[in-house]
């Protein structure tokens, strides 16, 4: 029964911990479509600057990124072919919107984000979940300890 209930919550704990986010933004591989978009948003404060890169893999390896700032307005595009990085620095306080275009009409293309806000760096979920997956641990080594004497 305890060996039940000990995976069903380290199950849950690593959900809520690697993919449950407040935030739209995550580090890691997306597939965009032939001709497509992927399009991103997170939070940044007035003066934050925003260091990264994006890889584009699979097709021509060519990809646009576009950032908005809070009001709409494009504040960087760059066209890169396979790796990009840059940074950019925040003119207003509000969320951000970045969107990728893969510009092969006919392949479908991989792009890895390494893009983050300096507010992505440890979140109340992900800090619940690791607890979560820690308690789990501690309650099947004392399920099995007493399953063993």
């Not at 939070?43 to 646009?64: C, H, I, M, P, W």
């Amino acid at each position: 029964m305890f060996i039940f209930i000990g995976l069903a919550l380290f199950v849950t704990g690593f959900f809520v911990a690697f993919y449950w986010q407040p935030t739209l933004l995550k580090e890691g591989f997306y597939a965009v479509k032939a001709g497509a978009s992927l399009e991103m948003s997170w939070y940044l404060e007035k003066g934050d600057r925003t260091e990264g890169f994006f890889n584009v893999s699979g097709g021509n390896g060519q990809a646009n990124l576009v950032v908005k700032d809070p009001s709409g307005e494009i504040i960087v595009n760059w066209t890169a072919v396979g790796r990009f990085d840059s940074g950019f620095g925040s003119q207003e306080t509000g969320t951000y919107t970045m969107i990728f275009r893969n510009l092969d009409n006919v392949h479908d293309q991989t792009i890895y984000v390494g893009f983050l806000s300096p507010y992505d760096t440890i979140r109340i979920s992900y800090l619940g979940g690791l607890l979560m997956i820690l308690g789990t641990i501690i309650v099947l080594l004392c399920a099995c300890a007493y399953a063993l004497s």
